[in-house]
């Protein structure tokens, strides 16, 4: 068990898990996390942000998605996002060779 301050940050209270717990959990300066109380203890579990379709889409252009297209009818891969094991260079957007 590891025991840790609270820290006044600003208006705050802050508490600073240790570096080997936030490995563990995948967790870094940033990552969301959900606050609850469980029988009188403060619990914070990993959350992973929830994307809808807007925001996936976000960005998204004509050029990509014609680009999209014909890539999954010639080779099936998607260089622009990066879904293969291609060595190309970033923003190159040819089809790939390797399949």
Known sequence: MHTSP?????GSISVTPPRQMLRILGLAAGALVAVTLE???????????RY??????AGRTSAYWAYASASRTTSGCLR???MSA???PEGDLRPCSHS
């Open 52 to 57: 809808t379709l807007p925001d996936q889409l």
């Open 80 to 82: 622009a996002m990066r």
């Open 39 to 49: 029988d009188r203890r403060l619990v914070l579990s990993p959350t992973r942000p």
């Open 86 to 88: 291609c060595a190309a």
């Open 6 to 10: 609270l820290r006044a940050v600003g």
